[in-house]
């Protein structure tokens, strides 16, 4: 296995910013950091849990693939949309922009993330299954895949943190930025 493009690739699929990373972004600046990491608590067990279920059903999931793509098209582009316009509403005392910000939230976000999606459906076979096929070396890979994925989160929430007085002063072109990054991920979608 390539271990450089392994790397490569799983930081250049955390790392970059998607759904889950402007969430995050946007909790931190309306909510702060703790709220945030509870976020990122669920987004990292949803980013895991996905890796187990496409190392254990990736041989199914290619036979029925169209089908659930077409599936998390349509509920990944729909959820972003709701989350751009949560974004949007910057009002803090409004209980609906709250739900964004709990372990919950960030755990389903990752189900329908169509980018979380599409990086555990092809990371596990591309770079893990050709080469190792034995469970301790598939759990070994998914625990690192998954701290991978941790990392990217609160570096997140860091940048987040020490940019908040900024996100602050400039709070409503920020939100309409982060909700125009988000429809931008849902278009991106069907493209």
Not at 3 to 24: E, K, M, R, W
Not at 25 to 51: I, N, P, W
Not at 77 to 85: H, I
Request: with cysteine; glycine share 6%; net charge positive.
């Amino acid at each position: 296995m390539d271990i450089t493009s392994f790397l490569i690739y799983c930081i250049i699929a955390t790392f970059t910013p998607g759904p889950t990373n402007i969430v995050i972004l946007s909790t931190v600046h309306q909510d702060g950091a703790k709220r945030a990491m509870k976020y990122t608590y669920g987004a990292t067990v949803g980013f895991g849990l996905l890796l187990v279920i496409s190392a254990v059903l990736n041989h199914l999931l290619i036979t029925i693939m169209p089908k659930i793509f077409i599936t998390m098209q349509v509920i990944g582009s729909m959820y972003m949309l709701y989350l751009a316009y949560l974004v949007c509403k910057t009002n803090s005392s409004d209980p609906t922009v709250k739900k964004t910000g709990t372990f919950l939230s960030g755990f389903v976000m990752q189900f329908l993330n169509p980018k979380v999606v599409l990086f555990t459906l092809t990371v596990i076979p591309t770079f893990i299954m050709p080469y190792y096929s034995d469970a301790p070396s598939v759990t070994l890979s998914i625990i690192a895949i998954t701290f991978i994925g941790f990392l990217a989160f609160t570096t997140w929430v860091l940048f987040g943190t020490i940019f908040k007085s900024f996100l602050q002063k400039h709070n409503k072109m920020v939100s309409f930025i982060m909700a125009i990054l988000l429809v931008y991920a849902a278009i991106m979608i069907w493209i």
